[in-house]
């Protein structure tokens, strides 16, 4: 049997708890930013419009490939910091999973980490335009 | 460090008490996020409303409310003189001149702002004016309100696009306008003021110059009828357009001035009711100008509250509020110039209410996030304008942006904050 990794859920707990130890908004975003500097690096030669998430005022792209046991991996990256932050908690929490649980997530998780404006599909920050995307390649995948 | 920075002046307006002001405006006085008093500095977006203006609106639809020009009924016929008195109040705020039949007001058409403004000259006088051959001038620094309505028409009509440059400091360069004029020249069409640089364009100047090639000068007026007098028959141009929204007004209502000879020439804009003289299958007469530009019932509280907002500020006194705008940006470019790594995008010598700038590499939206976090509505991106961008080779910028209402403190809260923004991506 192969070795299941954490579920979806238990890695947003996991984060819910991490973000828990902050209490102030600065710290919480300064664990956003070094977050993003671990993000899973997209190859340069992925940085294309191919891989480029729309509706977003930086540049933000994310790339999925196919990986063991028919289970995603994902690679990302961003030119501003919160971005790549936001790209690289969405990649934590799904990657690796099975593809009808990434399509299913259910991303609340955001929500109590105190990223709640970052929520709002009208800001710019192309977070909904990266989960549709992801969510889209796992449907597809499933 | 407060006693290492160098002595300031001119110091700001004493008599003129930002205090007072402010607490005429209900939506300044709040807290955003954890307690953070509000620090609004997003006022070439749009301005905050005065209280003045709100109880107009409220007024007009509590107690007012009718249609205009159709009624015989009272609240009608006052809604009706509520509604053009306003028409004479805008031309004497930007200075409209009599022109030779009829009065100065007539000259004033509203539109939903100046994106409409500009789209209403483009589809009447451009459309049937330009043709191929014919060549429209626009400046690097223009909205993008006042490139794609010309180039859509250009596309239409054959008529070419030329773009005027804008130097490394952000001003426009009048000596390549002046060559690129000719007799093929139908237009010139330049912002006021930029609304991402602060750039105050030298528009009598253009004026001149476009005249003397036979050429019509458009001027968007959207960001500096907030920030200065303005005189249209001074500055000699034969269209100006603005939006109320901008100069604290209501959103949905601007105008365009247009000189008596070229409106009554201009074919009509929407078709519809208002704008009519007699319809008939036979063939339909339109109305003189400048309702003949206005089909449809009208945005009517928005165009009273408009009113509103031009009596407030005249009220305040347009050229105190100038004043104190232009120390407070002193001040402002003076502290930014006290950030490390800051660099001030658009150095213009003459400028007005804009700072925008760039700190290191920290990308103007991450900047923009952390402001807002502490309660500082900044703007961030390219503002609506990308060949500018373009040509500055940068993404983007972030833009604090001044109104009569900005103080001191508000512009030490920014300094602050960019300080923070620094330690936190840096
Ligand atoms: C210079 C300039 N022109 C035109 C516009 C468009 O104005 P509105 O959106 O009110 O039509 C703006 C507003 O952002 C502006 O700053």
Redesign the pocket.
Known sequence: METQSATIDARADELVAEFGLFDGWMGRYEHLIDLGREIPQIADAHKDDAHRIEGCQSKVWVRAEPGEGGRLRFTGDSNAAITRGLAALLIRVLDDQPPADVAAADLGFLGEIGMEEHLSPTRKNGLHAMVEQIKGRARRAA | MEAARPQREPALDADYDVEAVRAQFPALQQEVYDEQPLVYLDN???TQKPQAVVDRLERYYTRENANVHRGVHVLSQQASSAYEAVRERVADFIGAPEPDRGPAHAQIVYT???????NLVAATWGRSELEAGDEVLLSRM?????IVPWQRICEETGAELKVIPVTDRGELDVEALEALLSERTELVAV?????TLGTINPVERITEKAHAAGAKVLV?G??SVPHMEIDVAELGVDFF?F?G??MYGP?GI?ALYGRRKLLDAMPPYQGGGDMIDEVSFGGTTYAEVPHKFEAGTPSIADVIALGAAAAWLDDMGRERVHEHERALLRYATERAREIDDIRLIGTAREKASVLSFLLGDVHPYDAGTVLDRLGIAVRTGH??TQPLMERLEIPGTVRASLACYNTREDIDRLAEGLEKVRTMFG
Do not use: L
């Open positions: 070439a977006a749009t939903r702002g100046t994106t409409e403004a500009i223009e909205h993008h309100s006042n912002t006021h003021v930029s609304n968007d959207a960001q357009c939006s929204h901008k959103t601007g503002h609506c």
